[in-house]
């Protein structure tokens, strides 16, 4: 381990002289396949860089797994696949390859993954075809909002003013083309927003039609980088109502934000790297005038929030598939023998995959749960026990360490998804895969299942990210001998991936998590009990001018969608005079709300 005091500008200056020595090469073989979707005319398009160097092919073979689609000549840079065949109402991972053919120098094959919902598709939006902010807004029909007077210049924009990194897709790759960002790094360098100030940078979606959704499903690339030691927010949020009010279904918080509501706990801390999903179905189904607005919170000279190719459908991914082929390992035994360890370090145990966690990052391990923990670095999210490479702990080896799944025989499933939350602290030279293995774990296939390219995105040596990952892998349907592998590659001595909540499933989509907050009904006053103290927080709330509670679903304790007196009335019935126990989720365990009632609710630390 060592004292990490040298700064990323001084770091960046190194990088700038080593870049500066190195001799520039031509570009002899064609690069930069990115395959994505056209929904108007059922397509997926499929476009990449031509070289630039004279190693001309004489054509290019186009395939989708092992089936050709085109051949095009070595002249051409794009075609395109027909999807009007696909099965419907799924999100089908699709790869493609391109064959480079009779050039001089020989090329390698170029890959990419792409992704395509035939679902009902409320809203697809990539941001490529607008010039400006201003015809996003006009033409696009978003909006750009700022709230309460904000004094950063965090505005939600096209232009990506300090040139920062797309967000990621699927696999973690780059998106291409334009996208949006909330830049604080860029908004507040001069002047910062006040914590407590309730300023905010917003972009709303336009308003779409989901009254004929029985689901609503968010998909979108995120990179939030909300700052180690700041106090960023970032929200997902839905209005019905033009607008007006909003309700959250997402919220992300910088962990060092512990002064000022909403505060960061375990079950909302840290940024987001990944093709997030969210479940909007409580808010919007059935709804005709739906937006979505995505928020950046008082950002105070903090990092950004990037956002690309957001999908609104009725697909939802998350729950996997409806057999369970590994059940979710939790490694609160350790990892378990039927398990495998590979690397460089397998004889020091804590030098390659472990569950000590030898330099302590476990925040409710080590630190009761309280933030912040390790100046914002710790593993925040995952409980007492998980899996974890940690390149920070002495000696710092070198290291390619693989953790490998249980083998799982896959020969009579059309449909595999592997699960696991993710949390991950990069430096600047490591890199974080999960790959597929068709052997039993003896070797993996590339491209890789996911995968972040930490030398250029996320922001290196900050916010730790985590993601909960539920990802389909069309290779290993049909297959007898799969296992996934987590791997991490470094030159040692740079932070942390820690893994844990590992599961594989099989078959068609288990149904969808209902979304929402979870809470205690009754618990008006947060404090994870309910009692007469919570009745009485209600009556001053709206008697007295005490203050709102953070979940005002937790005060409704009739359910009848809203907050007053009866509710007060019912609790005390059924504390003192034998009244029935409170409607669902009931005060004993923490639940979602069963009626779709449009009240707001808040996390609580009643329900991490």
């Not at 990506?160 to 780059?174: E, F």
């Not at 939790?330 to 990892?335: E, P, T, V």
Request: include cysteine; hydrophobic fraction near 35%; proline fraction near 7%.
């Amino acid at each position: 381990m060592r004292t990490r005091t040298v700064s990323l500008l001084l770091t960046s200056v190194f990088s700038l002289l080593s870049i500066t020595a190195t001799p520039v090469t031509a570009q002899t073989c064609p690069t930069n396949l990115q395959a994505f979707p056209d929904y108007g005319q059922n397509l997926m398009v499929i476009e990449w860089n031509l070289s630039v160097a004279g190693n001309t092919a004489s054509e290019f073979q186009i395939f989708r797994g092992d089936q050709w689609i085109a051949t095009v000549d070595g002249l051409s840079n794009t075609t395109i696949d027909d999807l009007s065949a696909l099965t419907a109402n799924r999100i089908h991972l699709l790869d493609y390859s391109v064959v480079t053919i009779g050039t001089a120098t020989p090329c390698a094959d170029m890959t990419a993954r792409g992704t395509y919902s035939t679902g009902s598709i409320a809203l697809f939006e990539d941001f490529e075809n607008y010039s400006s902010d201003i015809e996003l807004e006009s033409v696009g029909g978003w909006a750009i909002v700022d709230e309460n007077s904000p004094i950063e210049d965090s505005t939600w924009t096209l232009t990506n003013p300090l040139g920062r990194q797309h967000p990621p897709r699927i696999d973690g790759h780059p998106t291409r083309g334009g996208f949006i960002i909330s830049d604080s790094d860029f908004g507040g360098a001069t002047n910062s927003n006040p914590i407590g100030s309730g300023m905010s940078h917003d972009i709303w979606t336009p308003t779409i039609d989901c009254s004929a959704m029985d689901q609503v499903i968010l998909h979108a690339s995120v990179c939030a980088q909300l700052n180690d030691n700041g106090n960023a927010v970032f929200d997902i949020e839905v209005s019905t109502d033009g607008g007006t009010s909003w309700q959250n279904a997402f919220r992300r918080i910088a962990p060092t934000r512990v002064s000022t509501a909403p505060l960061a706990r375990t079950d909302n801390a840290d940024g987001v790297y990944q093709y997030l999903e969210v479940n909007l179905t409580r808010f919007a189904a059935g709804e005709s005038t739906v937006r979505v607005r995505f928020r950046h919170f008082e950002p105070n000279w903090d990092w950004w929030i990037a956002v690309d190719d957001v999908l609104i459908d009725n697909i939802c991914v998350s729950g996997g598939g409806q057999t369970t082929l590994l059940p979710t390992e939790d490694f609160s035994s350790g990892i378990p023998p039927t398990w495998q360890i590979a690397g460089l370090n397998v004889n020091s145990p804590t030098d390659s995959w472990n569950t000590e966690d030898p330099c302590d990052r476990s925040i409710t391990a080590n630190n009761g749960g309280v933030f912040p923990y390790l100046a914002g670095k710790a593993v925040n999210r995952l409980g007492d026990f998980f899996a974890i490479l940690d390149s920070d702990c002495n000696p710092d080896p070198t290291e390619d360490e693989r953790l490998i799944t249980p083998v799982i025989d896959c020969s009579a499933q059309e449909h595999v998804y592997l699960h696991f939350d993710s949390e991950m602290m990069p430096y600047f030279s490591e890199e974080v895969e999960v790959l597929l293995s068709l052997d039993g774990g003896v070797s993996f296939i590339r491209p890789a299942v996911f995968k972040a390219p930490t030398d250029t995105s996320p922001q290196p040596d900050n916010d730790p990210l985590f993601g909960h990952f539920v990802l389909e892998e069309p290779r290993a349907a049909g297959e007898p001998e799969v296992a996934f592998l987590f791997k991490y590659t470094s030159p040692g001595n740079q932070w942390w991936w820690a893994i844990d909540n590992v599961a594989i499933t099989a078959g068609e989509y288990a149904t969808a998590p209902t979304g929402g907050t979870q809470f205690l009904r009754g618990d008006c006053n947060s404090d994870a009990s309910f009692n007469i103290a919570d009745c009485v927080f209600l009556l001053a709330s709206l008697f007295s001018g005490g203050p709102s509670s953070d979940c005002a679903d937790s005060c409704d304790m009739n359910d009848d969608g809203s907050g007053n007196i009866a509710d007060a009335i019912t609790g005390l019935g059924t504390l003192f005079s034998g009244g029935s126990p409170l409607p669902d989720p009931g005060s004993i365990a923490c639940g979602i709300d069963p009626t779709d009632d449009g009240l707001i609710c808040d996390p609580t630390a009643a329900c991490p």
